[in-house]
């Protein structure tokens, strides 16, 4: 219970459309799952509900996070209890320099003001293994940021924060393929038997570095398959229309 | 008199500087503006003849004067003879504190005045209603020839000078304001910067407005000769009471050749102060001016702090920065005017408006035709927080000169749901995430500003803005 991280039967609209239309899924720590699905499926609504994004409204089922119902939580109470997104489009937020926010997040994590020292020393060895230069938290959060650097900063948040349940969606999409391979191995740090891992990816490369106990297909709103690792390989050479079909 | 109101009353802004201190008066007139106002304060500060006629000339001026329409609220909006032109609680300016009078001495506590003192000021000078209370410059500044004194005082001490550049930058004629500010001035500082001297160290003044239903036409006078250098700082506050006052100053300064000067407004007056004032710089060649606005308070601002290069190579820069909330309108803005070539100048002005604030941005940008190839960029960023505040942009330009390059751009934005999501996501309480965004977007200014400023800029904000969005 307490080490579960549990969506059921979940339905969720956006405007008056239904766009998840009743998943299912436990993650426990330690685990590791992926979701792959055609664009358009649900996949970020799936994100962003997880998270409480006030645009997403739920109509049905319950997220639990350690048994906790969190629906109708704001997404500040969900961070602090320990979830965390890596947003797929990370946004901008001119005038705000990255340490400073990260620091702040940290001691909203925390419930409390961290030491400065420790919170330097901290971000330096988090920025060493992803291979971020020291002058990027200091410019402002995102801004001006290349795609690749704005996931880079997804990861180094997480990093920071040290959730108990995470989603990534879509972390590997405008990585170069060096990048690619530090932001996983910086996941991978991570992965432990204290976090369970949500990805939301297209490809099987990241799959490759970061291999998943579990894999869904999410179409239309729904989880029509799982299975293991080598469901990415299937996908990467047939696409999703067999199961589209299947339906 | 009225109560003053309490300063934790549910108001949108909170306001610490709003108290009210007894403080006995020793000079004052009865309410009203009229020419016999005018001479008691003549007779009162021993001023020479030429003060007096240029004093009832600018009061006549005024009273043709008419408030052009496009500041709309302000033609019918208060009737002048609610206000006390002239209250003086002291006799004169002292350099010691221990000579203020001590009631005057512990308002100027309650609002950290005096401990600024240790900071590294260049000089420290602080009115309270129509005079200044105090006004010291450091020993190694004076040493080397620079002056900082009251403007009353440096008209006294200094008369050539003074009467050479007084009211040459803007006469009484240029608007109603500046007219009624050269019938009734008083108070205000009168700065010199003899030749090559870098005032390295700010100078800094305090606006302080104790009295209810009062008029302060502070008056202030920077020369900065050739290739000099000063920083000259102003604060100013005043108690919330339910009746309105009126602050019309006028700031006149002299960048003379290759000088530079840099001047920083923080203005925080009650939600009760009309705020009228005319800045205006002469830049000679090669000389630069840096105007550092910052509006936080009063009830109506109406401010554009000008740049004039008058000579080839000059550069003008205004900062503004504007913030309306409840019970206030931020007319503020810059005017760039381009009369020698080669010139430059820079507008960046960034306004928030939240509580049913209204802020607006009013810029004049003007090249005359032997101002050639000249170049100025104005930015003008507005934020409104909530869909009862407002915002309003209304740049004029007229460019006259060849080869001119004027670049404006201009945003008006709100505090995006995707920031609040996603700053909130990681923890972030949203009354926070808004702060933070809000801060973020003065930020480029604040940046600009002395540290104990920019902590103090950051608080006010967060506190006027707590709530704002929905
Ligand atoms: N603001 C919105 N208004 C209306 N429809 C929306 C909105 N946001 C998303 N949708 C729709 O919801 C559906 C699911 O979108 P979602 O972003 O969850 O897909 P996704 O699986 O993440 O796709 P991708 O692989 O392209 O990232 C899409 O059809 C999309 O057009
Ligand atoms: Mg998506």
Same mark, same amino acid.
């Given at each position: 219970?307490?080490?579960?991280?549990?969506?059921?039967?979940?339905?969720?609209?956006?405007?008056?459309?239904?766009?998840?239309?009743?998943?299912?899924?436990?993650?426990?720590?330690?685990?590791?799952? /992926?979701?792959?699905?055609?664009?358009?499926?649900?996949?970020?609504?799936?994100?962003?509900?997880?998270?409480?994004?006030?645009?997403?409204?739920?109509?049905?089922?319950?997220?639990?996070?350690?048994?906790?119902?969190?629906?109708?939580?704001?997404?500040?109470?969900?961070?602090?209890?320990?979830?965390?997104?890596?947003?797929?489009?990370?946004?901008?937020?001119?005038?705000?320099?990255?340490?400073?926010?990260?620091?702040?997040?940290?001691? /909203?994590?925390?419930?409390?003001?961290?030491?400065?020292?420790?919170?330097?020393?901290?971000?330096?060895?988090?920025?060493?293994?992803?291979?971020?230069?020291?002058?990027?938290?200091?410019?402002?959060?995102?801004?001006?940021?290349?795609?690749?650097?704005?996931?880079?900063?997804?990861?180094?948040?997480?990093?920071?924060?040290?959730?108990?349940? /995470?989603?990534?969606?879509?972390?590997?999409?405008?990585?170069?393929?060096?990048?690619?391979?530090?932001?996983?191995?910086?996941?991978?740090?991570?992965?432990?038997?204290?976090?369970?891992?949500?990805?939301?990816?297209?490809?099987?490369?990241?799959?490759?570095?970061?291999?998943?106990?579990?894999?869904?297909?999410?179409?239309?709103?729904?989880?029509?398959?799982?299975?293991?690792?080598?469901?990415?390989?299937?996908?990467?050479?047939?696409?999703?229309?067999?199961?589209?079909?299947?339906? | 008199?009225?109560?003053?109101?309490?300063?934790?009353?549910?108001?949108?802004?909170?306001?610490?500087?709003?108290?009210?201190?007894?403080?006995?008066?020793?000079?004052?007139?009865?309410?009203?503006?009229?020419?016999?106002?005018?001479?008691?304060?003549?007779?009162?500060?021993?001023?020479? @003849?030429?003060?007096?006629? &240029?004093?009832?000339?600018?009061?006549?001026?005024?009273?043709?004067?008419?408030?052009?329409?496009?500041?709309?609220?302000?033609?019918?909006?208060?009737?002048?003879?609610? &206000?006390?032109?002239?209250?003086?609680?002291?006799?004169?300016?002292?350099?010691?504190?221990?000579?203020?009078?001590?009631?005057?001495?512990?308002?100027?506590?309650?609002?950290?005045?005096?401990?600024?003192?240790?900071?590294?000021?260049?000089?420290?000078?602080?009115?309270?209603?129509?005079?200044?209370?105090?006004?010291?410059?450091?020993?190694?500044?004076?040493?080397?020839?620079?002056?900082?004194?009251?403007? @009353? @005082?440096?008209?006294?001490?200094?008369?050539?000078?003074?009467?050479?550049?007084?009211?040459?930058?803007?006469?009484?004629?240029?608007?109603?304001?500046?007219?009624?500010?050269?019938?009734?001035?008083?108070?205000?500082?009168?700065?010199?910067?003899?030749?090559?001297?870098?005032?390295?160290?700010?100078?800094?003044?305090? &606006?302080?407005?104790?009295?209810?239903?009062?008029?302060?036409?502070?008056?202030?006078?920077?020369?900065?000769?050739?290739?000099?250098?000063?920083?000259?700082?102003?604060?100013?506050?005043?108690?919330?009471?339910?009746?309105?006052?009126?602050?019309?100053?006028?700031?006149? #300064?002299?960048?003379?050749?290759?000088?530079?000067?840099?001047? $920083?407004?923080?203005?925080?007056?009650?939600?009760?102060?009309?705020?009228?004032?005319?800045?205006?710089?002469?830049?000679?060649?090669?000389?630069?001016?840096?105007?550092?606005?910052?509006?936080?308070?009063?009830?109506? $601002?109406?401010?554009?702090?000008?740049?004039?290069? =008058?000579?080839?190579?000059?550069?003008?820069?205004?900062?503004?920065?504007?913030?309306?909330?409840?019970?206030?309108?931020?007319?503020?803005?810059?005017?760039?005017?381009?009369?020698?070539?080669?010139?430059?100048?820079? =507008?960046?002005?960034?306004?928030?408006?939240?509580?049913?604030?209204?802020?607006?941005?009013?810029?004049?940008?003007?090249?005359?035709?032997?101002?050639?190839?000249?170049?100025?960029?104005?930015?003008?960023?507005?934020?409104?927080?909530?869909?009862?505040?407002?915002?309003?942009?209304?740049?004029?330009?007229?460019?006259?000169?060849?080869?001119?390059?004027?670049?404006?751009?201009?945003?008006?934005?709100?505090?995006? @749901?995707?920031?609040? &999501?996603?700053?909130?996501?990681?923890?972030?309480?949203?009354?926070?995430?808004?702060?933070?965004?809000?801060?973020?977007?003065?930020?480029? #200014?604040?940046?600009?500003?002395?540290?104990?400023?920019?902590?103090? #800029?950051?608080?006010?904000?967060?506190?006027?803005?707590?709530?704002?969005?929905?």
């Amino acid at each position: 219970m307490n080490d579960t991280f549990e969506i059921v039967n979940l339905h969720a609209r956006i405007e008056e459309r239904e766009i998840l239309r009743g998943v299912a899924l436990t993650i426990r720590k330690g685990e590791v799952h /992926a979701i792959m699905g055609p664009n358009g499926s649900g996949k970020s609504t799936l994100a962003n509900t997880i998270m409480g994004n006030p645009k997403y409204e739920v109509t049905g089922g319950q997220i639990l996070l350690k048994g906790e119902n969190i629906v109708g939580m704001s997404p500040d109470e969900r961070a602090r209890k320990g979830l965390f997104l890596a947003f797929q489009y990370p946004c901008e937020v001119p005038g705000v320099r990255t340490a400073n926010f990260l620091k702040l997040a940290c001691n /909203a994590r925390a419930g409390k003001e961290l030491d400065t020292m420790d919170f330097y020393d901290k971000l330096q060895e988090k920025m060493k293994i992803l291979d971020i230069e020291e002058k990027f938290v200091r410019r402002y959060l995102n801004e001006g940021f290349s795609g690749g650097e704005k996931k880079r900063n997804e990861i180094l948040q997480m990093m920071m924060l040290e959730p108990e349940f /995470a989603v990534l969606d879509e972390t590997d999409s405008g990585l170069d393929i060096d990048a690619l391979k530090i932001v996983c191995e910086g996941v991978n740090k991570l992965r432990g038997p204290d976090i369970g891992i949500l990805i939301i990816t297209h490809y099987e490369r990241m799959l490759r570095y970061i291999i998943p106990d579990y894999i869904h297909i999410l179409v239309d709103g729904c989880l029509v398959k799982s299975g293991g690792p080598e469901l990415a390989a299937h996908l990467e050479q047939h696409g999703y229309d067999w199961i589209t079909k299947d339906k | 008199m009225s109560e003053p109101v309490p300063t934790n009353s549910p108001v949108a802004r909170e306001y610490k500087e709003g108290f009210h201190d007894d403080i006995k008066t020793l000079n004052s007139v009865p309410k009203g503006l009229s020419h016999d106002v005018v001479d008691y304060m003549c007779d009162v500060k021993s001023e020479p @003849d030429w003060m007096r006629r &240029f004093r009832h000339e600018s009061l006549d001026v005024f009273l043709k004067q008419e408030i052009p329409p496009w500041l709309p609220g302000l033609r019918d909006e208060f009737n002048y003879d609610e &206000f006390t032109y002239y209250v003086s609680p002291v006799e004169k300016s002292s350099r010691n504190w221990e000579d203020v009078p001590i009631e005057i001495r512990r308002t100027y506590d309650k609002l950290g005045i005096a401990k600024e003192e240790q900071k590294l000021l260049g000089g420290l000078g602080a009115q309270i209603d129509s005079e200044m209370a105090y006004h010291n410059i450091q020993e190694s500044l004076a040493q080397k020839g620079v002056i900082f004194l009251s403007c @009353d @005082d440096g008209l006294k001490q200094y008369p050539e000078i003074f009467r050479e550049h007084f009211a040459k930058v803007i006469p009484p004629q240029d608007n109603k304001f500046a007219a009624l500010n050269s019938a009734f001035w008083s108070g205000g500082s009168f700065v010199y910067v003899p030749k090559g001297v870098k005032c390295d160290i700010p100078l800094s003044v305090y &606006f302080r407005i104790n009295a209810e239903q009062f008029g302060q036409f502070e008056r202030t006078l920077i020369i900065i000769e050739d290739d000099a250098f000063c920083h000259y700082v102003e604060g100013c506050s005043a108690p919330i009471y339910t009746t309105n006052s009126l602050h019309a100053a006028v700031v006149e #300064i002299y960048v003379k050749e290759r000088a530079r000067c840099r001047y $920083t407004t923080i203005q925080n007056w009650s939600t009760d102060v009309y705020n009228l004032v005319t800045k205006r710089s002469l830049i000679s060649a090669h000389g630069v001016m840096e105007w550092v606005d910052g509006n936080l308070g009063s009830k109506r $601002t109406v401010k554009y702090p000008s740049c004039y290069m =008058i000579g080839e190579g000059a550069h003008g820069e205004v900062l503004s920065l504007a913030s309306a909330d409840k019970g206030m309108w931020q007319d503020a803005g810059a005017k760039m005017v381009f009369l020698a070539p080669n010139c430059t100048g820079r =507008i960046n002005s960034k306004s928030i408006s939240g509580h049913g604030g209204r802020s607006s941005y009013r810029g004049l940008v003007q090249v005359a035709k032997n101002a050639t190839n000249c170049r100025v960029q104005v930015n003008c960023d507005a934020l409104i927080l909530d869909p009862q505040s407002r915002s309003d942009t209304y740049p004029t330009m007229e460019v006259n000169g060849d080869l001119a390059t004027v670049e404006h751009e201009a945003t008006v934005s709100s505090v995006s @749901d995707e920031q609040l &999501f996603y700053l909130t996501s990681r923890g972030i309480k949203k009354e926070d995430a808004v702060s933070m965004i809000v801060n973020g977007f003065i930020e480029p #200014i604040v940046k600009e500003l002395p540290m104990e400023f920019a902590v103090e #800029i950051n608080r006010l904000i967060g506190m006027q803005m707590e709530g704002s969005v929905g």
